[in-house]
């Protein structure tokens, strides 16, 4: 195989397999997905870059160590089964992971072929052998024999799912308790349809329910149930996962105008209340021709795209420059070329509306970048007088959240960290017997692969918990 | 889950439903409110829980037709299962142990959310006195039922068909003028109504307590669509709320943030009655 690689054009080597995608023109009138995926040749091609690196760096940048070499092996192999089940032996979720890991910044980050030309396409092709077991095979799982121990998880996205289904393997019974009456989280309702299909997380949803897991829906905790609750029913150990919570406003003037939306209502309207296909769809949505989008992460590239997707100009609104921007390079570059544009350094003043209580403008103060401090950041600080008004119909405010207050209401004992969420210790155990938390709950909002990972993570402290008791 | 057991008919187009929803009505408290979704395609509202019996496993709600999902609602029947229905939702209702002479305001569909508490609140041996107002006679419901906890009953509607002719803000008016004082009053509906009361009361210093109704949409704190103006402070109506001190709530801005989807929402229930064949 090495031999083979050497023959060919070094330049090929170098250069990644390139993927097809929607033409900007046409995705940004439709909600399909944006990255069409490799075929099966293009997959084998790519993988046949791959050195196999006996030290393996990439597997030590990945949150869940994913046996990546071994996976790409099989690939060029063309045994796509085997590489789905391999990848599967530490990541149960490949074909979300595939689609909305930040590969860049973690297992890419580390390739060796990255250092002379492109890194392998690992995300791409991790979602591609997910992908084509989807479609070709049937999920099969042999449940373990049940060890009669129950253990409840409080949310159904990426932190939950990845500890339920960890615990399955070993004969747990596990119930996962969802707040809406959807499952997946942060998977369903936040991240939209051009980057995540909601049959993919159906999917995976589905194995899990084949794996013995149960769901139940419209259960709030700390509402509808508690840890009380819980205890009752013979559950013993839960793990919280309940996700980042509330919205972080910007506290200026004017934020309570009509046509400003937190993030996460704007996309919870449109992806899990499926307001673009207002009226059949009962929730509506207002967006008008011009929306400036504040913040720079991945949630605010995807409210920028989905409201490029229905029908509006849309400008991100950033505070520092775009190579300093906490989002994904690809959905920066997906946003990009969909036609969105980039205001660098501004930092909102204040907003302003008109005399029915519509927003129309919002005063924005010029920035400028300091040199990096210790830790490597660079601050920002106001450029005086260089205020200026920027005028648009709607505003979509996507600077991150602060941890839900309804937990500590279900759990009054729980220790929290200063900034309100979840005090865990090393084993992610809070100071609540047998009370376990992870997810953006216990970090803030963060990636689906660091939740996963701390799913799991749980769910072998959780096992060593309830043997040991 | 979720089954109709209860319906009935109040007053034109408004309606009582009993649901079955054990989870809900064990931890359900005075103040708190639910959040349903009739159908798969149907949106999430908020509804205030009128009354709640926790061994039957019943939640009340009631509520008035004026759009798409609460039309749709009413052509339920006994036996008919509704798609979600979650809560208890929101904080319950606090009362003062020192507080000892209440006044309830309702106005229209503030009568239901007012109910459970004044029963609360009469079991504890205080003393109630409750004003409610409507357009019209036929607005004026739960009369019987809130009589039995209450020491005095004063009855408004605008165009005078039934108690006093005026507004439930004139009999307040007169209360206070005749030397009535309140430790606490408590006044749910019509945001324009609560502005109103929260005017006069705050004249005379009288503790003030008010419900809100914000456009909601998840119900648990996330997506803040529910946000309201307190005093300085942003706060999210179904987490922190819906209860607030009244003298510190931002009427003018609910009302603006009210009425933002109406004519999107107005377009949804049109077409929804033509197409049951009820057009316009």
Redesign the interface.
Known sequence: MQNWIGGIEKLEVLKRVSIKEQEPEKRVNNFDEVCLGYSSDEAVQEALRCLECKNAPCIKGCPVEVKIPEFIRLIKEKKFKESYLKILETNLLPAICGRVCPQETQCEKNCVRGIKGEPIAIGKLERFVADWFRQNCEFEFEKPESNGKKVAIIGSGPAGLSCASSLAKLGYEVVIFEAFHKLGGVLYYGIPEFRLPKEVVEWEIENLKKMGVEFRTNMVFGKTFDLEDLKQEGFEAVFISSGAGLPNFLNIEGELLNGIYSANEFLTRVNLMKAYKFPEYDTPIKLGKKVGVIGGGNVAMDAARVARRLGSEVYILYRRTEAEMPARKEEIDHAKEEGIKILELVSPVRFMGDETGHVRALELVKMQLSQPDSSGRRSVKPIDGSNFIFEADNFIVAIGQSPNPLVKKAIPELELNPNGSIKVNENLMTNVEGVFAGGDIVTGAATVILAMGMGKKAAENIDKYIMCS | MNEIVIKQNIVPNVWLMGIYSP??AK?AKPGQFVIL?VTE????IPLTIADFDSDKGIVFIIFQVVG??TSILSTLNIGDSI???????GMPYEQDSNDKSYLFIAGGLGIPAIYSKVKMLHSQGKDIEIIVGGRSKENIFFEEELRKYCSSLYISTNDGSYGQKGLVTDILTQLLENGKRYDEIFAVGPVLMMKAVVDITKKYGIKTLVSLNPIM??G??????C???IGNE?K?AC?DGPIFNGFEV?FD?LM??N???QD??N??YK?HKCKIGLGE
């Open positions: 989870q809900v931890k979704r395609t149907g949106e999430r798409k999902t798609a979600d229905f979650v809560g208890p939702l949409v998840d648990t704190g996330m997506c803040g669509g946000r309201v103006k942003i999210f987490v931002d801005g603006k943030r009425s933002y989807y999107l929402e377009l949804s077409e």
